[in-house]
């Protein structure tokens, strides 16, 4: 497969690594990477799918979100947030679509928090929430045999920035994130969230 990666960070990184051994070709974006597009403009990703010839897939591993207490939130963390991670990586489908390959799939990212309660989460909780309910309501209207999957991780081992927010979660290591994203590309499932979420 030809796999588009948005997402050159830590699980985008994994991912590359996971499907290079697999001998797929990766195409590596992200506003700095090898091809440049911002997911939160529309026009980059449009000009990202029509510049980068054919390709059989799409993962996102890319989009921000806000920490921080709701009763602190503020109007450009919310917007910020939605734009990202939510209409980010929703658009990166929308722009892809004329463009992937019959039968491809697009596989997105979303997150533990909104199945799990922690403290001070909500903006996140609730850009996971607006993803999987995109994907699972995509994967039944995708034309010429296209799939929608997503992957919904804890929080990763090699993102030790983010367990103050996750005090008692069990971190996963991004590689098994990895192989997620790869097993969803490679298998016939459509409307999937899998997550990776290790709680006792
Ligand atoms: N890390 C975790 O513990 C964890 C857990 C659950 C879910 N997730 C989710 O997984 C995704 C990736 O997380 P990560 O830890 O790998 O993040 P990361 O290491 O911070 O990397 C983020 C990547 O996304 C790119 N990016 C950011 N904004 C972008 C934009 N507007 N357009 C295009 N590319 C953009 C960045 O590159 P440029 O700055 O060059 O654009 C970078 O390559 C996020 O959606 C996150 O919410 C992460």
Redesign the pocket.
Same mark, same amino acid.
């Given at each position: 497969m030809r796999v588009v990666v948005?997402?050159?960070?830590?699980?985008?990184?994994a991912l590359a690594e996971a499907l290079y051994e697999a001998e797929h070709e990766v195409v590596r974006?992200?506003?700095?990477?090898d091809e440049k597009?911002?997911?939160?403009?529309r026009a980059s990703l449009d000009d990202l799918f029509t510049r980068i010839g054919t390709f059989d897939a799409v993962a996102?591993?890319?989009?921000?979100?806000f920490p921080g207490p709701l009763v602190d939130s503020t109007d450009d963390q919310w917007r910020d947030s939605l734009r990202?991670?939510g209409m980010?990586q929703i658009d990166a489908v929308r722009s892809a679509l004329p463009y992937i390959a019959d039968g491809g799939s697009f596989t997105l990212? !979303?997150?533990?928090l909104g199945d799990e309660v922690t403290r001070a989460m909500t903006i996140?909780a609730t850009v996971n929430g607006l993803v999987e309910s995109f994907v699972r309501a995509a994967a039944t209207e995708l034309p010429r045999g296209l799939r929608i999957n997503c992957v !919904?991780?804890?929080?990763?081992v090699? !993102?030790p920035q983010?367990y103050p927010y996750f005090p008692g979660f069990v971190?996963v290591p991004?590689r098994d994130v990895a192989l997620a994203y790869l097993r969803l590309m490679s298998n016939p499932y459509n409307g999937e969230i899998v997550r990776l979420h290790r709680v006792g």
């Open positions: 948005i997402g050159t960070g830590t699980l985008g990184s974006v992200s506003r700095s990477g597009a911002d997911v939160t403009d996102c591993a890319a989009g921000d979100v990202s991670k980010g990212v !979303s997150g533990i996140g !919904s991780p804890t929080v990763l090699e !993102s983010y971190p991004a």
